[in-house]
Antibody, heavy 118, light 111 residues
């Protein structure tokens, strides 16, 4: 069965960096795009962008350029989200979601809570 | 790209039907047949309920249906059940520059 398992919660200080992992299993990793979605506390879902798992080419939504980096390690079927120069407003749950087609996220990771606090 | 507009909340009694709207523009909802809907229970990951406007993934009850007219997509839950109480989000493709955008979210309450 398809599974996306994300790394555990993180507590970081402002200015630090964090790297969230998303390990896929149950399907051919390079056959589907991987998307990232943010959900701030008590807020809605926000699409951050996606990465082409064949080419490694990332695409970032407006507002997620510069400090956000998507990457892959196809040898272990894992996608990564790295956020640098963390700010308090980056505090959120970050989800990875498999992209089956346009705006079609058929499997989701369990989410990773990133808390930024001094 | 602004979020798609959804009502903040809708409610209904068990057995009734509720409909959630998702309003965008001709650049997203109205321009493509790529609208999906997600159910999210508190503290849980979202779950795909509808994709490509009206298609249901296997395992999703046929009480859930989707449609679109112009720039507005809709999710209807028929025969409302207690377990349907959750937040619901729409999502639409918005072209090869913006890609995907979510709606503001709707809380469904079963009275």
């Amino acid at each position: 069965q398809v599974q996306l398992v994300q790394s555990g919660s993180e507590l970081k200080k402002p200015g630090a960096s964090v790297k969230v992992s998303c390990k896929a299993s149950g399907y051919t990793f390079t056959s589907y795009a991987m998307n990232w979605v943010r959900q701030a506390p008590g807020q809605g879902l926000e699409w951050m962008g996606w990465i082409n798992t064949n080419t490694g080419n990332p695409t970032y939504a407006q507002g997620f350029t510069g400090r956000f980096v998507f990457s892959l390690d196809t040898s272990v079927s894992t996608a990564y989200l790295q956020i640098s120069s963390l700010k308090a407003e980056d505090t959120a749950v970050y989800y990875c979601a498999r992209g089956s087609s346009s705006a079609n996220f058929d499997y989701w990771g369990q989410g990773t809570l990133v808390t930024v606090s001094s | 790209q602004s979020a798609l507009t959804q009502p903040r909340s809708v409610s209904g009694s068990p057995g009734q039907s509720v409909t959630i709207s998702c309003t965008g523009t001709s650049s997203d909802v109205g321009g493509y047949n790529y609208v999906s809907w997600y159910q999210q229970h508190p503290g849980k990951a979202p779950k795909l309920m509808i994709y490509d406007v009206s298609k249901r993934p296997s395992g999703v009850p046929d009480r859930f249906s989707g449609s679109k007219s112009g720039n507005t997509a809709s999710l209807t839950i028929s025969g409302l059940q207690a377990e349907d109480e959750a937040d619901y989000y729409c999502c639409s493709y918005a072209g090869s520059y913006t890609f995907d955008v979510f709606g503001t979210g709707t809380k469904v309450t079963v009275l």
